[in-house]
């Protein structure tokens, strides 16, 4: 994937992120970090860990608890011409700000017909996983795609995390980053082996739209995104042992989406099995769906499969819980239902 | 520019007092005798009766910028005005008149009159009048307190309202607390306290004769118009009416000054740094600013503001003798209020008069009071449930 | 401080009007006899400010290049004032490809990005954008200001009380500015407002807080003076509650069935009211006034000349502008 002759390290997911933002930083005097608990602490999922240290109160703000205000405020500082990294803890505290982002951070462009540009990006946690309940373990990103206006990226990977951060940083638009919490590789939270990877020092970016094979196959297709793709990754591995090949969509960017990357695979393995952890209905899951019969219906030798949230709030016991989510166990049984 | 009783009536919002007769039958919220009132026509007896106007606006001006000049929010006049009543009621006031707004202040006393707190309170009505939020609500109820005959006008404002107020007022005694942002006329008194000193000057003769004196007041006429101040005429350079508030002591080339004390705030301080003049002796002070002048006066001329002031000479100004102003074009501020333009057409005269407001001095009142026992009573029963004699024993 | 200039002040303040008066005119021509909102050349809702001139040309009289206003759904006098170019806004009101948002935003969401100036159809939700412009302009190092534009009615959101926050917190160069034309739609201050001084507002978040009182063109300029080189010296945030005067509907078609004091409204007309005293200072003649009125109707004229001559956009361009 790189070509670097820097020392590649092993790094986590959220030390990339920071990782990108600092040295985006270190180019370009414009952008800037503001958000909650992102000075000091570093962010309460690491996602500007050492930024504070690096370039001080003057370039990573640590906001009130208003995130009207200051998801209002790195919209106009973006207006003029600064590039914002505005962090939301949360992505289910959208509630208390949505009229920003949806009405104005996402808007502003189209509406002025082209003259003005947002350049910012508005990251934030997501997922479940770990007992914090139906307010602080959704996903939510099948919300932001819907709604016109915003770019929307969800790495996977330390190395994606990365490479996308730079490139949200660079674009002239609104880009949403929405990391899971379970793939940032924090110590203190159960992670995936997967959550800590090669990632070269230098800058580099990976381009927003463009989705990944992440793991080559030829009888079923997962399409998936996020702390997903690590549980399809893990799936296929364990299939490969009895026969059944799984290739690996790792979608990467929501907006825009790689329609193509998900055609192609499917029309060669002509099995689809759709993983995603936000809700099902009216959501990515029927929009790969849709996407795939809108284009060629016949590539598909089995029906569609959805694996999502099924339409309930996150709950709290852990029984509960890992009722509802797409699990390793879940997405097998998926993949060998499209087999049997 | 300004349209100080022009405007027309903005009937937006707040709650409406009733309407029947000019005054009388404004709201009746609470009634301290703990009865029914009984309709508009009810008999008072004005010496219990006490006017009350609160400007709401004030301490809102300017000067909260360019001269960190303090906010008094509404829910503190509210605070203010609650103590006011508590000390009006002890002194036996039955009932109170005071001026609407539709700025918050009528609307929180309507609230708080029906705390259980607000049981000892003076009757409250409102005077009948459309808000404008002008000083014609000043005027306009002053007026109507005049009228009804109230035994004393509790004023909260700072100097600006009070010279309103003090135009209307006539005899009836003032007590003034101060609200304001400049605010050399009202003499700091803690509202129970005041309520307490208006209250015993309302009620009792003895307490008027001994408690309240007469101010003095300077009266600028220019063409038709006639202005009224309580404290200072500055004749000054600026360039139009504005906001309104003056604090900058350097476009001044002219001051008058009713009195002159040392402690006070305002454009009074400069005179009083050279020739203090008291409140109550016959005579005043005309100062002539110049910042090339080889006096140089460093006096506290508004809050936070304490300029080098030159002044080039300094007189006695004596009662009923108008003085030419001395500029040909210019603004005039009344107590730190630029009001009027003037051209060379008409010159402005400045006189001191003595025929000012009746003002409570309420440390006097208190004082009076104690000493002949206006505020004790010699029962020997518990005296939990009763209010002041009241007689002098 | 900005020299006080009053034929300036007179000058546009007549000329937002005779731009109101236009619009609501033509507005109006198409929708008789029967009155559809969206028909017309100038379809949609119309938010007109006549009668809040004051406070627009009061402070913007005091902006310079680069400062940035954010004006609420109410927005023409503060595009004016601040020197949005009328026949781009025009043509953009009227949805046209010359407008200044090639027909996308129409009359609540006008930017103009070299003027610095945007407006929000969402209540208070421009106070934000302001603390954000303010924080980029202390960052750059410039003397630059924001001025953040809301109603009354919008005192009560908590964009609002986040922004004023935010901007004594961080101490930025911003100026709220409240206009208080007594009604949110159709509901009066006491209505809606537990703490009906904005002024006390800004007290509780320890920043200054004024209230102009009477609608008046030079008491405004010379607060929003004060406010605007207090904010230009670092010395931080200010709010300024103006009372002015909404001398027509909330929107056009708007009854007023609501309102108590319609028939007190045109007597407190801000603009005859100035011209009065500016006549009576012998600063203005009846003459001045008509050239003053006919440079303006001229200016509006070709404006609108200038719109409807512009191309209607092409219906697959509004696939266009979604991203940059």
Redesign the interface.
Known sequence: MTTTETPIRRITTAKAMAEAIGLEMQANPDVFVMGEDVGAYGGIFGSTTDLFGEFGPERVLDTPISETGFIGAGIGAAVEGMRPVVELMFVDFYGVCMDQISNHMAKIHYESGGAVKVPMVLMAATGAGYSDAAQHSQCLWGTFAHLPGMKVVVPSNPYDAKGLMASAIRDDNPVIYLFHKGAQGLVWMEKNPRSIADVPEEAFTVPIGEAAIAREGSDVTIVTLSLSVQHSLDVAEQLEGEGISVEVVDLRSLVPLDRQTVLESVSKTGRLLVVDEDYKSFGLTGEIAAIVAETDPTMLSKPVVRLAVPDVPIPYARSLEYGILPTRERIADAVKGLMA | MRHDGSAAPIDTDGPKPATSGALAAAIRVNDSEGRRARGAQRRVNETSTVGLIANPASARDLRRIVAHGGAVTTHDKLNRLQRVLAGLAATGVRRVIAMPDRAGITAGLLRLAGAASARAWPALEFVDQPVTHTEADTIGATRAMVETGVGAIVVLGGDGTNRVVARESADVPLVSISTGTNNAFPRPVEPTVAGLAGGLVARHRCCREAGTYRAKKLVVRCGPDIEDALVDVAITAADGVGSGAIWDANTIHELFLTFAEPDAIGLSAIGAQLQPTTRREAAGLQLRLDPNASTVVWAPVGPGLVPPVGVASISTLAIDSPVPVAATTGVIAVDGERRLRFGPIATPTVTLSAAGPAVVDAAETMAHAAANGLLRTTSSRSTANQTPKGEPT | MT??N?LDLYTEMVRIRQYESRILQEYHTDKAPAWDIGAGLIPGEMHLSAGQEPAAVGVCAHLKQGD?I?APHRPHHFALAHGVDMKAMTAEIYGRTT???????GHM?L???EN?F?C?G?IA?G???????????T?RGTDNV?VAVAGEGAANQ??FH??L??AA??NLPVVFVIEDN??AISV????STA???N??R??GYGI???????N?V??????AG??ID?ARAGEGP?LIEI?TLRLWGHFEGDAQAYR??L??VD??DPIP??AA?LTA??DLTDDQIAQITAAADAEVNEAIEHAIASPVPAPEDAL?????
């Open positions: 020299a006080l009053r940035a954010t407008g200044l948002c090639k027909g996308k935003g969401h930017f103009d990005p610095h945007s929000s969402i939700q106070y934000p954008v302001a603390c954000g412009q303010a924080l980029a302009m960052r924001a908590g964009a986040e922004s926050n935010l917190l961080w007594d009604w009066p201050r006491s209505g703490n009906t001084s002024a006390d800004a007290s200054p807080g004024v209230r102009v009182e009477d008046d030079e008491a405004v300029f010379e607060v004060a406010a207090r200010s009372h108590t004091d028939e007190t007597d407190r009211r100035y005293a200072a012998g266009l502008h979604v991203f940059a």
